[in-house]
T-cell receptor, first 113, second 115 residues
Framework: GENVEQHPSTLSVQEGDSAVIKCTYS??????FPWYKQELGKGPQLIID?????GEKKDQRIAVTLNKTAKHFSLHITETQPEDSAVYFC????????????FGDGTTLTVKP | GAGVSQSPSNKVTEKGKDVELRCDPI?????LYWYRQSLGQGLEFLIY????????KSGLPSDRFSAERTGGSVSTLTIQRTQQEDSAVYLC?????????????FGPGTRLLVL
């Protein structure tokens, strides 16, 4: 089955700096890669996703890049703000069964004012 | 409703007791998903429904776990003879259709503690 590894487990940055979280996956058939933000006491929230037919997707301050050959994908947050502090999860799945995603273990991002 | 709701928000039970967790999806969402999140871990897929059918139950940890969905809306996840290792946050999500994961929204979860 699919295995997703996420690094780092914790990340601390100064407000205004960039943050990068990286994930690798094992199943070359995976073609849907969502990223979630989870705030304390709440369920995860989908913030951006990418499908395997594109290499990069951007939405304001967040972007995701995908390297299918190397089987890794990354989340980039620019101009970080304190409200970006949360746990971020990556996931990978087959598009035909995207609800059955395999999740990484999460990255706790802290943005210091 | 405005979002996915789950009840109860917290549940403490004794080992060996049965528990029922409820999920109310967003109105009009045909797909519904259950996940389990242990402390400090990512989400573990349990089961999903398309309408009232559950095409994939492969994530259910044991035969003590079961789920149903009626009327294409509310779903209940039942854990029989609870064990301490069942302690976790149980998250429900719904989406317009199983093929539209970008429309998926999560509920706040039920925090289950088995003593």
């Amino acid at each position: 089955g699919e295995n997703v590894e996420q690094h780092p487990s914790t990340l601390s940055v100064q407000e205004g700096d960039s943050a990068v979280i990286k994930c690798t996956y094992s199943d070359s058939a995976s073609n849907y890669f969502p990223w979630y933000k989870q705030e304390l006491g709440k369920g995860p929230q989908l913030i951006i996703d990418i499908r395997s037919n594109v290499g990069e997707k951007k939405d304001q301050r967040i972007a995701v890049t995908l390297n299918k050959t190397a089987k890794h994908f990354s989340l980039h947050i620019t101009e970080t703000q304190p409200e970006d502090s949360a746990v971020y999860f990556c996931a990978a799945s087959l598009n035909t069964n995207a609800g059955k995603s395999t999740f990484g273990d999460g990255t706790t991002l802290t943005v210091k004012p | 409703g405005a979002g996915v709701s789950q009840s109860p928000s917290n549940k403490v039970t004794e080992k060996g007791k049965d528990v029922e967790l409820r999920c109310d999806p967003i109105s009009g969402h045909t797909a519904l998903y259950w996940y389990r999140q242990s402390l400090g871990q990512g989400l573990e897929f349990l089961i999903y429904f398309q309408g009232n059918s559950a095409p994939d139950k492969s994530g259910l940890p044991s035969d003590r776990f079961s789920a149903e969905r009626t009327g294409g809306s509310v779903s209940t996840l039942t854990i029989q003879r609870t064990q301490q290792e069942d302690s976790a946050v149980y998250l429900c999500a719904s989406s317009l259709d199983w093929g539209l994961p970008e429309t998926q929204y999560f509920g706040p979860g039920t925090r289950l503690l088995v003593l």
